[in-house]
C-alpha cells in the first residue's frame, strides 16, 4: 500500500479537528495538513451553547464574528428555573439569571452548520480533507518518527504517515482506546437524552402577554438565555437555535432519577417533560423532531494521557464531564490551543519532554479538580433554588475573576490554561469543592425534613455578565446564600427536623 505523507495528520473535522487544522495551516503554512472527516455532511450535534471562553476563541482566535453574526443567536449567560407544588407557570417560579444583557459576548450555535464552514476554511487555508473517511488502524512512530494511519475510503484503504497526529474522533477517542488510556468516571453516573423541538413557545413574547409582571422584571432577553429548568436529580436544557428550532435535553444522575428505566426512551422522555409544568407551558404546540432524539448512557470519561511525542487528544476524544455549564466547547478549545502550540514547537525542533509532561499534568489535574469542586453529588441540590443560585453565583464568579478577566484585560487573547488547571487554583478548587458537599449535605437534611423545594416560588436572584465588578457581587451574593442556608441549617437541627 503506498502512503501518503503529510506534516500533521487530523482525525475528525467537526470543531476541535477543523480548528486544529485551520489554525495550523494559517501560522504554520509550510506545514501540510490532512484532515480525515468520516462523515459526508455534519449532524445537529449537541454542544450548541459556548462560554465566554470559547466565544473569544471562534471571535479572536479564529476570527469567526461574521459568520457567527450571520448564523446563530446571541448567548445571554444563564437562567435557572425552579418549581414546587405553588408553582403552576413561570410567572409563579423562582428564578435565577441575568437582568440586564451580557457584556461578553457568547452564542448559541448551530454545530451542524459552524463545522460545516469550519471544516471550508480549513480547507481554503490549505489543508487537504477526505470525507467521507475514517481512520481504521495506525501504528504511532518513535519519537521524531512518523506515525502511520490506515484510512478507510470510498476508493478503499491507503495509508498515511505524519510526524505530528491529532485525534479530534469525539466520543468514539479512536487513539485513546488504541492505546488504552479511557476511564470511565463512575462517580458521577450521568445520563443525557436529547431532540430538537418545532415551534416552542417564545419565552419573553410569553411572559409579556401572560405574565406581565415576569415581563416587567428583566430588561435583557431570558429566550436568548441558556435556560435550565433543574429538580432533584436531573436538569433541563432549553437552547433556542438561529433556524428557529429549540435544543431541549434532560440530564439526569441514574442513581437519583429512573428516567432511563421508564420504558421506551423517546416516550419517556416526551412524559418527563411535558410532567413538569414550567416546560409544558413553553411546549404547548410544539413538535418534537422524533429521528433527532438521541441520548448517552454514560456521560463522563477522561484520558489518562492527553499528548505524547508527536501526538495529541482533541476535545471529546480526550475527556467529557458534564453538559452543566456548558464546558465542552472551552474544553475543546483549551486543548486545540495547547496542541496547535505543541506541534508548532516540535516543529521547530524545541525539546518537547517537558512541554508535554506539563500539558498532560495540567490538564488531568484541571479535570479531576473540576469535577471534585463543582460536580461531585452537585446533582443532590439541583431542585433547591436557594443552594443551586449560590453554587452557580460562586462558581460562575471564580470563572470571570481567575479565567475570563485575565483572558480579555491581561493576556487580552485566548489563552489555553483550562479552568483549575493551574497549580496556584488550589485555593478556589478548595473553596469550591467545601460549597459543594456542604451545599449538597443541607439539601439532604432539607428532604429529610419535608422541606426540599420549599423556596422555590416566588423568588428571583440577579446576576450580571460583565467584566466589571459584577464578578465580585455575584461572589459576595452566593456567598451570602450559603451561609444563611447554613444558619438555616442550624434551625432544622435545633427544632429536631433533621
Keep these: ?249 434532560v440530564v439526569f444522575d441514574r442513581r437519583l432519577v429512573d428516567l432511563d428505566r421508564r420504558g421506551e426512551p423517546r416516550r419517556a422522555y416526551r412524559e418527563f417533560l411535558l410532567a413538569h409544568p414550567l416546560l409544558a407551558e413553553l411546549l404547548a404546540g410544539a413538535e418534537m423532531r422524533e429521528e433527532d432524539f438521541r441520548g448517552y448512557s454514560r456521560l463522563a470519561y477522561l484520558s489518562r494521557q492527553f499528548a505524547g511525542p508527536g501526538w495529541a487528544l482533541l476535545g471529546d476524544a480526550a475527556a467529557f464531564l458534564d453538559p452543566y455549564y456548558s464546558p465542552g466547547l472551552d474544553h475543546a478549545a483549551f486543548t486545540v490551543e495547547a496542541s496547535v502550540e505543541l506541534v508548532q514547537a516540535a516543529a521547530r525542533g524545541e525539546a518537547m519532554g517537558e512541554r508535554i509532561a506539563l500539558h498532560n499534568e495540567t490538564f488531568v489535574r484541571s479535570y479531576r479538580r473540576f469535577f471534585d469542586a463543582v460536580y461531585r453529588d452537585k446533582y443532590l441540590y439541583m431542585g433547591e433554588h436557594d443552594l443551586l443560585s449560590a453554587a452557580f453565583l460562586i462558581e460562575t464568579a471564580q470563572y470571570y475573576l481567575f479565567v475570563v478577566i485575565p483572558a480579555f484585560r491581561v493576556h487580552r487573547r485566548f489563552h489555553w490554561m483550562p479552568v483549575l488547571g493551574p497549580r496556584e487554583a488550589f485555593f478556589n478548587y478548595r473553596l469550591m469543592r467545601l460549597a459543594n458537599r456542604r451545599l449538597g449535605r443541607i439539601a439532604l437534611a432539607r428532604r429529610a425534613a419535608g422541606e426540599a423545594g420549599r423556596r422555590n416560588d416566588g423568588r428571583r436572584v440577579r446576576a450580571f455578565f460583565s467584566l466589571g465588578g459584577a464578578p465580585l457581587r455575584m461572589a459576595a451574593r452566593g456567598m451570602g446564600l450559603w451561609i444563611r442556608a447554613e444558619v438555616d441549617l442550624w434551625r432544622l437541627r435545633l427544632t429536631g427536623r433533621r
Aim: hydrophobic share 40%; with cysteine; net charge neutral.
Design 1 to 249: 500500500m503506498e502512503s501518503q505523507r503529510y506534516a500533521g495528520g487530523v482525525l475528525g473535522g467537526a470543531f476541535s479537528g477543523s480548528a486544529a487544522a485551520l489554525l495550523l495551516r494559517r501560522e504554520a503554512p509550510d506545514l501540510s495538513v490532512l484532515v480525515v472527516e468520516k462523515g459526508a455532511r455534519f449532524d445537529a450535534k449537541v454542544g450548541e451553547a459556548t462560554t465566554e471562553m470559547s466565544a473569544m476563541f471562534l471571535t479572536r482566535r479564529l476570527a469567526l464574528w461574521e459568520h457567527l453574526e450571520r448564523e446563530h443567536l446571541p448567548k445571554e449567560g444563564l437562567r435557572y428555573w425552579f418549581t414546587n407544588e405553588r408553582v403552576r407557570h413561570h410567572g409563579d417560579a423562582s428564578e435565577t439569571g441575568g437582568f440586564l444583557r451580557s457584556t461578553v459576548p457568547s452564542f448559541q450555535l448551530r454545530r451542524d452548520v459552524l463545522d460545516e464552514h469550519l471544516l471550508g476554511l480549513a480547507a481554503g487555508a490549505g489543508a487537504e480533507v477526505w470525507r467521507p473517511a475514517r481512520a481504521v488502524d495506525c501504528d504511532l512512530g518513535e519519537e521524531g518518527g512518523e506515525h502511520r494511519v490506515t484510512v478507510e475510503t470510498g476508493e478503499g484503504r491507503r495509508e498515511v504517515r505524519c510526524r505530528f497526529l491529532l485525534d479530534a474522533t469525539g466520543r468514539a477517542t479512536f487513539l485513546a482506546k488504541r492505546l488504552g488510556l479511557v476511564e470511565r468516571l463512575d462517580e458521577h453516573a450521568t445520563s443525557s437524552w436529547w431532540c430538537r423541538w418545532r415551534g416552542v413557545r417564545h419565552l419573553d413574547d410569553l411572559a409579556a402577554r401572560e405574565h406581565p409582571e415576569l415581563a416587567a422584571g428583566n430588561v435583557g432577553s431570558r429566550r436568548l438565555a441558556t435556560n435550565h429548568y433543574p429538580g432533584y436529580g436531573f436538569w433541563v436544557w432549553v437552547i433556542p437555535l438561529g433556524n428557529g428550532e429549540t435544543s431541549i435535553g
